[in-house]
DNA sequence: ACATGCATGTAACTAGTTACATGATTCC
DNA sequence: GGAATCATGTAACTAGTTACATGCATGT
């Protein structure tokens, strides 16, 4: 009987409850934070923001500013911190296929010739590497900033994740690139 | 210079080098084949085919059925098997974000209770070892049916690269599981 | 003078899902 | 008799991206 939003809906009404109160405030902390596993564009805040205002989900409040547009901060209502809660506590149904299109390029490559393949997954593991190092230097940021807050735990394990599926990935190149290598011989 | 698709187009650029010909095989093909990496769906497939021969990257032959709907029967042309190789010797710009519903219910979790995010990575957990149990089935499947088939091996890298991502992604919520519960304590 | 940051937003587009419509045949 | 398989497709919808428009303040 729960009402079910988006999932850019949920994204929104978790970012309500940090101090992040302003569509422009939300997209950068998504931007600093979430950006590795979450995205999100100004043409889906703006409209899900003012969605979220219809359904009696947050309140806005609005200041003029001279010369600036108004700023206009959202702010939870009971409502949509009981959805946001009821979301995070239901498990998900089905994991979803993830679309990965170098696998989907490999699985068409059987009958082409192995150089550009390999050239490909060379590529791929590159930008895997300067992923996987990206995450390694926000890590260590978060590991000295907020080394009393237990707010950073949860940063850590999403970040945790991020590393061992990157590094996961990046295993699985090398031994695929040299597995065809040595089926090409 | 050269026009390029979209990846539901190359998707099916790289089916029609196989046998399947029709609409309906495109599907069964994918839905045994690559479901867990790249999936479809008839509003897509229809329309595309459609797209293709428009393009001149395929052509039709159509076949009266008695009883049945006409048997529409795809071929690639040399345009469409140019567009398809140069795609696949593309290497890609950028790795997309994959967005992960747990990890975004994560980052949200921080103020509430343990209980429930326990229980949500339980479930997905769980759900990662079927999956990883269907990879390694269909493996044993591939190994023995095709053992002479030097087609085979790709296939089996697509596998493989499943069966480490879910193999990282299992032990990262044992990591998590074992750490959130010492925290709790 | 110009770029960047602050701050709002919309319009047009592309991609993808779901449900529906049709209708014969074959298996249980 | 009913479900599943073969086989085509469309329409309505949801989600998400990109480019654009506006305009002040601050730093180089």
Same mark, same amino acid.
């Given at each position: 009987?729960?009402?079910? &939003?988006?999932?850019?809906?949920?994204? $929104? %009404?978790?970012? %309500? !409850?940090?101090?992040?109160?302003?569509?422009?405030?939300?997209?950068?902390?998504?931007?600093?934070?979430?950006?590795?596993?979450?995205?999100?564009?100004?043409?889906?805040?703006?409209? +899900? %923001? #003012?969605?979220?205002?219809?359904?009696?989900?947050? *309140?806005?409040? =609005? *200041?003029?500013?001279?010369?600036?547009?108004?700023?206009?901060?959202?702010?939870?209502?009971?409502?949509? #911190?009981?959805? %946001?809660?009821?979301?995070?506590?239901?498990?998900? #149904?089905?994991?979803?296929?993830?679309?990965?299109? @170098?696998?989907?390029?490999?699985?068409?490559?059987?009958?082409?010739? *192995?150089?550009? =393949?390999?050239?490909?997954?060379?590529? &791929?593991?590159?930008? $895997?590497?300067?992923? &996987?190092? !990206? &995450?390694?230097?926000?890590?260590? $940021?978060?590991?000295?900033?907020?080394?009393?807050?237990?707010?950073?735990?949860?940063?850590?394990?999403?970040?945790?994740?991020?590393?061992?599926? +990157? #590094?996961?990935?990046?295993?699985?190149?090398? @031994? *695929?690139?040299?597995?065809?290598?040595?089926?090409?011989?």
């Amino acid at each position: 009987m729960t009402k079910t &939003y988006n999932h850019t809906t949920y994204a $929104l %009404l978790g970012i %309500l !409850t940090t101090d992040c109160r302003t569509g422009y405030e939300i997209k950068q902390l998504i931007d600093q934070s979430l950006n590795h596993f979450w995205k999100i564009s100004y043409g889906q805040i703006y409209p +899900t %923001l #003012k969605k979220l205002v219809q359904a009696g989900l947050a *309140t806005v409040e =609005t *200041t003029a500013q001279d010369g600036k547009p108004d700023r206009k901060e959202y702010f939870l209502t009971a409502k949509g #911190k009981e959805a %946001l809660q009821t979301w995070l506590e239901q498990p998900m #149904k089905q994991i979803p296929t993830e679309r990965n299109e @170098v696998i989907l390029k490999l699985f068409f490559s059987r009958h082409q010739r *192995t150089e550009p =393949t390999l050239a490909l997954l060379q590529d &791929y593991k590159q930008q $895997l590497q300067e992923r &996987y190092a !990206t &995450y390694q230097s926000i890590e260590a $940021l978060i590991t000295q900033s907020y080394k009393q807050s237990q707010d950073a735990s949860y940063w850590l394990y999403t970040l945790d994740f991020g590393k061992r599926v +990157t #590094k996961a990935t990046i295993d699985w190149c090398d @031994v *695929t690139l040299a597995d065809m290598q040595t089926e090409k011989e």
